[in-house]
């Protein structure tokens, strides 16, 4: 049995039969929970993060920008910028990605483009994000995800959103 | 405070156009679409002027307001443009929403998440 405080209330929720990882959601304010991920990234992030395969694509997909060096990042708009002018979501991405801490980062720090990254790295491990409004996952209209707010486990973008609805702290 | 205003703010890169014309308007988007460079450009102009090499343009004084002191510095500004950026958390208080009521001010909120 694993516990969760949201606000005032103590959610517990059951460890899954299946042996994969999951996505979890969280909305609502959360204890501990890094509400501003990318100053939290600023003053964390690891030099190895950048160069990663993961963080190159999600750098060139969400900013439109080519990770050049450890240190050096090609953008279209802005020109050569360093690691810590790349954009609040993908900053919030990467530590969602690398981050070992045990921290959960609030998700409502990235655009709505940023969902369907967030899915992808619920596949490869267990991942808990914090929410403050209803993303929008309608990129990826089948995904797992569990709301721990209710406990339950939604299979598309259609049952989150009815999840959604029952859930005040959203 | 009333009217529409047109707000121009730039560099030797980039430039922004808006036009205010409501007590309170939000500015959302993906990440990645300058949302916070604004911000970031606006806040280098207000404290170095001409020299940080952002020029803005607007008939009506414009300021970004930001830091645990808000409740101290809001009351004193009046009749002015006042961006915000999400990330205060006092931005989501009923005390400031309170405080925007009460405002003569024009506020522009940049945002990722609805309200």
Do not use: L, P, Q
């Given at each position: 049995m694993q516990f969760c405080l949201v606000g005032q209330r103590t959610f517990e929720y059951c460890g899954r039969k299946e042996d994969r990882a999951l996505l979890n959601i969280i909305f609502g304010d959360v204890e501990n929970a890094v509400y501003h991920p990318p100053t939290y990234f600023d003053n964390q992030y690891e030099d190895e993060w950048i160069m990663d395969p993961l963080t190159v694509a999600m750098i060139k997909d969400?900013?439109?920008?080519?990770?050049?060096?450890t240190h050096l990042i090609q953008s279209p708009v802005l020109g050569p910028i360093s690691t810590k002018e790349i954009s609040g979501g993908v900053k919030t991405l990467i530590l969602m990605a690398?981050?070992?801490?045990g921290r959960i980062f609030n998700a409502s720090a990235c655009g709505d483009n940023c969902a369907k990254w967030i899915v992808e790295l619920g596949k490869k491990a267990d991942l808990t994000i914090n929410l403050h409004h209803v993303m929008d996952f309608s990129s990826v209209p089948v995904f797992d995800a569990l709301i721990l707010n209710t406990g339950v486990v939604v299979h598309s973008y259609e049952e989150y959103l009815k999840e959604t609805l029952v859930i005040k702290e959203r | 405070m009333k009217g529409k205003y047109h707000i121009v703010v730039q560099n030797k890169r980039l430039r922004y156009e808006l036009n205010i014309r409501r007590n309170i308007t939000m500015i959302r988007g993906d990440s990645a679409t300058g949302k916070t460079t604004l911000i970031n450009l606006l806040e280098q102009a207000a404290v170095l002027g001409e020299s940080s090499g952002v020029e803005v343009f607007c008939e009506r004084p414009r300021r970004t307001l930001s830091g645990n002191d808000w409740n101290v510095v809001l009351p004193n500004i009046h009749e002015q443009i006042i961006f915000l950026d999400e990330e205060n958390r006092f931005v989501k208080s009923q005390e400031f929403a309170a405080a925007v009521k009460a405002s003569d001010n024009y506020f522009v909120i940049v945002l990722q998440l609805v309200m």
């Open positions: 969400i900013d439109r920008s080519d990770v050049v060096g690398f981050d070992k801490s | -």
